[in-house]
C-alpha cells in the first residue's frame, strides 16, 4: 500500500463537508468586498439535513469557485469576532441577527450591512439555486452602488 493512502472500509461514512466556520467577520468581509462580492454567513444547526443539502449542493461547489461563504452554528459556543470587532460566541450572534430557522443565509456588504433578504429555511430543491442567484445578484448590485457612492 503507498504512504499516505488509507483503506476505505466498505459502507465507512466519510464525515460531512463543512464550510470554513466564521472566525473574524471584518476579515471575511474584507475578503469578499475585494472581490466585489457579498460575505455570504450560513447559520447552520448540526444534525439539520436541510443545511446539509443547502451546504453540500450549492454552497460548497460556490465555496470552491471562489465565493467568501462561512457558517455560523446555532447553539454553538465557538469564538468570533463580530463586525464591531468585539469577540463573541457564534450562538450570540445568531441570536442578535434573530435568526431562528436553519439554514438561513445571510449576505453581507460594506460597514457588515445586509446587502440582500435573507434566504430563510429549506426552499424546493429545483428552487433553491435560482433563489440564491437572484440574492447573490441583489448583492453584487448593492455594493457596487454602495462603492460608486450611489
Not at 111 to 128: I, K, L, S, T, W
Request: proline share 7%.
Amino acid at each position: 500500500m503507498a504512504m499516505g493512502v488509507l483503506p476505505v472500509r466498505a459502507g465507512a461514512q466519510t464525515p460531512p463537508a463543512l464550510l470554513p466556520a466564521a472566525r473574524s467577520l471584518p476579515d471575511e468581509l474584507a475578503l469578499a468586498l475585494r472581490q466585489g462580492l457579498a460575505l455570504v454567513v450560513m447559520v447552520s444547526l448540526e444534525g439539520c439535513p436541510f443545511c446539509r443539502i443547502a451546504r453540500q449542493s450549492h454552497l460548497l461547489p460556490m465555496h470552491r469557485e471562489g465565493g467568501v461563504i462561512v457558517q455560523v452554528d446555532m447553539r454553538s459556543t465557538q469564538m468570533v469576532r463580530d463586525f464591531d470587532g468585539q469577540i463573541t460566541t457564534h450562538d450570540a450572534l445568531v441570536q442578535r441577527w434573530r435568526v431562528s430557522i436553519a439554514p438561513t443565509l445571510l449576505f453581507f456588504g460594506p460597514g457588515g450591512r445586509e446587502v440582500a433578504e435573507r434566504m430563510e429555511g429549506a426552499y424546493q430543491p429545483d428552487f433553491y439555486g435560482p433563489y440564491l442567484d437572484e440574492r447573490l445578484d441583489k448583492a453584487r448590485l448593492a455594493i457596487r452602488r454602495q462603492s460608486r457612492g450611489v
